[in-house]
């Protein structure tokens, strides 16, 4: 039986020729000649009994009948066009930016892509590519270097001018966050310090966003920490990929249930032991809103030295990187008058 055609992939090429086109089909085997009209391929092998890849000869531009020729006749025909070629044009990449490691799969927008050969960033060969239509191919990117890198597109026609760039970021690092710790409620600005950070698109607290953020700088970020509990670790997403982690841990707030003693003379001097929940990360105690020494003995214990003041009750507080919490009223008393 002759051979028959079903597929021709691709179905167009320029009028120069040298288009690898692919028939699928049946009875290939042992096929003489592939024809582009009344002109032979200027070659084709026989891949199997099912498959053939010629190349395109030259022609004038219009639709021309491919048909293969076998011992047992020749086959039905298929339509392939001829297309004047054109320098090909890039007018746009999508997305625009992304690792130095490459992997990035893009799409180029333009025109005159038909019969593409390559696609290249910054003289580097895109990882694959595929031609969807004259005016549009997609690409995987190659691994390159931080910076801009311009992409062109080669075809019969010419290569593509350097007028379209695609942008690579290196990944973005961090060192440090500060403060380490905030309140499970959220609302603690962050400051973190790192390394390609610019164009970050997220910073996240454990897998949840940040209530906000500001790129300061491409070493700096400033993030306000989302509610949550116990240990998040802190990353930034940006068109490099996602950074390293750096400690963030949420603290319950703290409470104050009870003051030993509880009065004292109105000097200064006396060592109060202040008693609670959640204490262990004090940073200031106040009594009457005038900051006193003190040293945290444990998660419900601090010692503070209560100040000099006027006789009367005043309000005592903790605040931690948990919050701040008023505990019982310390009282000073009056010396007695002699």
């Known amino acids: 039986m002759p051979p028959t055609i079903s597929t021709i992939t691709p179905s167009q090429g320029p009028t120069t020729g040298g288009t690898t086109v ?6 290939m085997t042992g096929s003489t000649a592939v024809r582009f009209g009344s002109t032979n391929a200027t070659s084709f092998t026989v891949n199997s009994a099912t498959q053939i890849t010629a190349a395109s000869p030259p022609h004038a531009a219009g639709a021309v009948a491919v048909i293969v020729v076998n011992p047992t006749g020749n086959s039905n025909s298929v339509t392939f066009t001829y297309v004047v070629a054109q320098v090909p044009v890039v007018t746009s990449v999508a997305p ?24 290249t960033f910054a003289g580097l060969p895109a990882t694959s590519f595929t031609v969807n239509s004259a005016t549009q191919i997609t690409a995987v990117t190659p691994a390159g270097s931080d910076g801009a890198a311009v992409v062109t597109v080669t075809t019969p026609g ?22 380490a710790q905030g309140p499970t409620t959220g ?15 997220a910073v996240r607290f454990g897998s949840t966003n940040a209530t906000s953020f500001t790129v300061v700088s491409a070493t700096q ?16 997403i940006t068109p490099g990929g996602t950074s390293n982690p750096v400690a963030f841990s949420y603290v319950a707030a703290p409470t104050l249930t009870a003051l030993v003693p509880s009065s ?62 008023s505990g019982p009223a310390y009282t000073r008393v009056a010396a007695p008058g002699i």
């Open 221 to 236: 970020i400033t993030a306000t920490a989302p509610p949550g509990t116990g240990s998040s670790p802190i990353t930034v």
């Open 96 to 119: 625009s930016s992304g690792p130095t490691a490459g992997g990035t799969s893009v799409t180029l927008t333009g025109t005159g892509f038909t019969g593409a050969t390559a696609v």
């Open 158 to 179: 010419g290569t593509s001018a350097p007028d379209a760039f695609f942008f690579y970021a290196a990944p973005p690092v961090l060192i440090s966050g500060a403060p």
């Open 264 to 325: 004292g003379p109105a000097s200064a001097g006396t060592v109060v032991t202040l008693t609670g929940t959640n204490l262990a990360t004090a940073w200031a105690i106040t009594f009457g809103g005038t900051p006193v020494p003190f040293t945290v003995v444990s998660n419900t214990q601090i010692t503070a030295v209560a100040p000099a003041g006027p006789a009367g009750a005043v309000a005592v507080t903790v605040t931690t990187a948990g919050g701040t919490a």
């Open 22 to 27: 692919t028939l699928t089909g049946t009875g």
């Open 187 to 201: 609302g603690v600005v962050v400051t973190l310090t790192g390394s390609s950070l610019l164009n970050a698109s």
